[in-house]
């Protein structure tokens, strides 16, 4: 089974991938961003199959060891009866997946996919948001049900947010912001005893939700937030479909 180390390093990965990953999308480098938040996903669906797998599973599963297709390792977490409150649309995470590729061959079976479905490939800053709330979720999830810290990105960044990372990652970050208090409330059960490093998390913790969003304009978070809450969801993505209506 899996130990605490290394649930610790697999989620230092996960945290690189997201934090690269919004960065590259917040300057648009759309193609490696999605490289980076694909892996995002995937690592942390896998967290939590390495949770629910036995030795021999892991050994012997080939979605575990091999696949990078989000569609089927989604669905082999449900088989496992993982992430089964998480509701995404399943053009959600083809876009994933459309955006995870990175060999001729691989987009060239995007494209001719595309094609066939008459759907648009696209992409624009504003599609953070929706993988935030994916990824968001999925982090909570594995958070809640195991009541184990060491398994979340999001925790993790609570507890550093002094760095330059968790604050990137929470940097206008309406879905991870939402879960504030949440998370916070992990860490106030997990306080360390070493009084100089609980003093700067209670420090920290209490600047407060406005400040993480952007410190240099911390009176647009409600407004802002709370038009990304609304507008964007995982569960409401859809393609677009060439015609009339399509102009760039």
């Not at 012997?60 to 989604?74: M, P, Q, T």
Request: aromatic share 14%; glycine share 4%; charged share 25%.
């Amino acid at each position: 089974m899996i130990t605490d180390r290394q649930r610790e390093k697999y989620r230092l990965i996960r945290y690189e991938y997201y934090h690269a990953g919004r960065l590259l999308q917040s300057v648009g480098n759309f193609h490696s961003a999605g490289i980076m938040l694909g892996y995002t996903i995937e690592t942390i669906m896998k967290a939590g199959l390495l949770e629910v797998m036995s030795d021999e599973e892991q050994s012997r599963s080939k979605i575990l060891k091999n696949s990078h297709d989000i569609v089927k390792i989604f669905k082999e977490c449900k088989k496992y009866n993982l992430f089964k409150s998480i509701e995404v649309t399943n053009d959600f995470l083809e876009h994933v997946n459309n955006n995870f590729q990175r060999y001729p061959c691989q987009l060239q079976a995007v494209l001719e996919t595309a094609t066939s479905k008459n759907n648009v490939l696209s992409n624009s800053i504003d599609h953070i948001n929706y993988y935030d709330d994916l990824i968001v979720k999925l982090d909570k999830y594995l958070l809640e049900k195991y009541n184990k810290p060491i398994l979340s990105i999001l925790y993790f960044a609570l507890f550093t947010l002094e760095t330059r990372y968790a604050q990137d990652i929470l940097l206008r970050n309406a879905f991870g912001l939402n879960e504030f208090d949440l998370y916070k409330s992990y860490i106030y059960k997990n306080l360390p005893d070493r009084e100089d490093i609980k003093e700067l998390l209670q420090q920290n913790l209490a600047k407060g939700i406005s400040y993480y969003w952007d410190p240099s304009n911390t009176n647009e978070y409600k407004r802002v937030a709370h038009a990304i809450l609304e507008k964007y969801s995982a569960n409401s993505f859809s393609f677009q479909k060439w015609g009339k209506e399509v102009a760039f």
